[in-house]
Each structure stands twice: as structure tokens, then as C-alpha cells.
């Protein structure tokens, strides 16, 4: 069985350009959640998406913003790149909304230049 | 309130047990969980407890969770070279996990 598939494992920007990171989840899996890792402020909580719709998001400004396809695929956008936003990315998926076991993938590693 | 909190080394002779050690804050956490992360890799998920319990055994895995002073501790019996990595301490709060800052162990010959 497929783990979670994340791609690119990693991607140079600029500032100010936008930026789109793609997660497949678990073939059955339903919720893709994304979370932000960075040395400074460690692993925070981006937003939550089941059966296309965002059931939660965490307190990150609007220029962060992401969507699940019918596939449970998700995707998450980035827009006017920041340095701060150097992170990286991971996306967690479970069997249902708020599922007991969240499997991650290996992350996508933004460095904003 | 949604902190987690670890101590962010320990080293450790091959051989011997590891004991990682993590206070959270939120008592409506239902399930307690702990992550490996190996260098340039996402978040392994090794165990988890759901709250109503003391304790999971898992292989060379032993949960022990103290409800009522919030603790939860990770011991890896005969820690090997492969263990060196950062461990997370997670409660899920609802819908998301809130992590701790993370374990780095070093495992020492």
C-alpha cells in the first residue's frame, strides 16, 4: 500500500512569487491536513480538508490557502512568497475527518530566496 | 491551552533503554502520540495512546501515559544506532495535533 506522496520534495522561489504543493494521501484515506515545520516555531497546524472541503484552518494569513480534490488529493498555494515561509511542508492523511492515525509524507521543503 | 512540552536532547548508550518524557496541557486531548523524524524526512508515527488508557506496549515500545499529571513518556528498550532521530510528543486537540519542539537522541556506541 502506498504511503502519502508529496511532490516536489523540493522547490527554490523567490519572494514574492506564489508557490502550489501537492499531497496524495493513502489510497482510502479521506482527510489531508497540512502542517507547517520550521526550526524557530516547530510544527503548526495549517488547515484540514475532508471530502473537498476545508473543516479547519489554523492561524496563518490568507495569503496560505489549499483545496482537496474528489480524489482526496489536496493541494496547498502559497502566494507573495515571504522568507519566512521557508519551511517545510507536511501533509498528514487519515482515514476520516479528525482521524485517530495521521500518516505523513516525506515533505516539501520551500526555500524562498 | 495547547502546550506540549519535552526536554530537547538525550544521549543514550546502544544497548540501554531511551526515556523520552513530554507534558501537555489540554486534558480534553483524546489520543497522546509520538513521531520519529530522521534527517531530510517527514513524520514517522511509531505509537499512540488513547487517553483513557495507562499504558501501550508495542514491540521494543512502552507508552505510559499519567492522566492526572499529564505525562507521557516513550521508553525504547535496547536503543540501537537506527534510533537516532528527533521524537515528537503530539495531543490531538479536536481536529489538529499540537507537537511538542521535539527529542533529539543521540545513540552513542
Known amino acids: 500500500k502506498a504511503g502519502v506522496t508529496q511532490t516536489p520534495r523540493y522547490l527554490i522561489k523567490t519572494r514574492g512569487q506564489q508557490v502550489t504543493l501537492s499531497c496524495s494521501p493513502i489510497?482510502?484515506?479521506?482527510?489531508v491536513s497540512w502542517y507547517q515545520q520550521t526550526p524557530g516555531q516547530g510544527l503548526q497546524f495549517l488547515f484540514e480538508?475532508?471530502?473537498?472541503?476545508?473543516?479547519n484552518k489554523g492561524n496563518f494569513p490568507g495569503r496560505f490557502s489549499g483545496r482537496q480534490f474528489s480524489n482526496s488529493r489536496s493541494e496547498m498555494n502559497v502566494s507573495t512568497l515571504e522568507l519566512g515561509d521557508s519551511a517545510l511542508y507536511l501533509c498528514?492523511?487519515?482515514?476520516?475527518?479528525?482521524?485517530?492515525?495521521?500518516?505523513f509524507g516525506q515533505g516539501t521543503r520551500l526555500t524562498v530566496v | 491551552g495547547e502546550d506540549v512540552e519535552q526536554s530537547l536532547f538525550l544521549s543514550v548508550r546502544e544497548g540501554d533503554s531511551s526515556v523520552i518524557n513530554c507534558t501537555y496541557t489540554?486534558?480534553?486531548?483524546?489520543?497522546l502520540y509520538w513521531y520519529k523524524q530522521e534527517p531530510g524526512a517527514g513524520l514517522q508515527l511509531l505509537t499512540y495512546?488513547?487517553?483513557?488508557?495507562d499504558m501501550k506496549q508495542d514491540q521494543r515500545l512502552t507508552v505510559l501515559l499519567n492522566k492526572k499529571d499529564k505525562h507521557l513518556s516513550l521508553r525504547i528498550a535496547d536503543t540501537q544506532t537506527g534510533d537516532s532521530a528527533i521524537y515528537f510528543c503530539?495531543?490531538?486537540?479536536?481536529?489538529?495535533?499540537?507537537f511538542g519542539a521535539g527529542t533529539t537522541v543521540t545513540v552513542r556506541a
Open positions: 498528514a492523511s487519515s482515514p476520516g475527518e479528525g482521524g485517530t492515525e495521521a500518516f
Open positions: 480538508y475532508f471530502s473537498e472541503t476545508q473543516r
Open positions: 489510497s482510502g484515506h479521506r482527510s
Open positions: 489540554d486534558s480534553s486531548s483524546t489520543y
Open positions: 503530539a495531543e490531538r486537540n479536536d481536529y489538529k495535533l499540537s
Open positions: 495512546i488513547f487517553s483513557n488508557m
